[in-house]
C-alpha cells in the first residue's frame, strides 16, 4: 500500500465539513427507527414550543433567539440556514395563531415532547446527544431537516 493513500483515508474524516460532523456524531446515538420516528416529531414541536414560551415573554425574546440561531446555522450550511428560517416564520405564525392560549399550549408542547425524546433515548438505549455538547440543541433540527433533504435528493 502507498502511504499517500493511507495519508488521504486518515485524513479524510477530518477534512469533512462542520456540519456533517455535527450530524455523524448525532447520528450516533438517534439509529433507532423509533427513536427517530419521536425525534422527527418532537424536535420541531420543541422548537414550536420555545418560540411561543419565548413570543409570550415577549416577541422581541423569541425573535433574537431566532436570529442567534440564524447565525449558528449560517456558519455550517445556507441551505439549513434558509430551511431553519422557514421553520421559524411558520412557528411564529403558528404561535401568532395560539393567541391568548400561547403560554398553555406551548408548555404543554414543550414538556409532552421532551418526555418524549427522552422516552426515544431509553429505546435507543443512549443518552441525548446535548448531554455531551450543548450545541447538539441547534443540531437536532439539522438532523431532521437532514433526513427530509436525503429524501428529497437534496445536498447540504
Known sequence: MSTTTDS?????????RKVDQLLTHYG???RNERNEA???????????????M???????IAYVLIAASMVYYARLSIPFLLAMAAVSVLAVALVKAMGELVLPISVAIFVGSWIAQFVGHRIEGKKPSFFEDLQYL???????????FEKLGFRW
Open 28 to 30: 450516533e446515538s438517534h
Open 8 to 16: 488521504a483515508e486518515t485524513a479524510a474524516p477530518h477534512a469533512a
Open 138 to 148: 441547534l443540531v437536532g433540527p439539522l438532523f431532521v431537516l437532514s433526513k427530509l
Open 54 to 60: 419565548l413570543y409570550y415573554v415577549h416577541p422581541f
Open 38 to 52: 419521536i425525534h422527527f416529531v418532537a424536535i420541531p414541536l420543541i422548537i414550536l414550543s420555545l418560540v411561543g
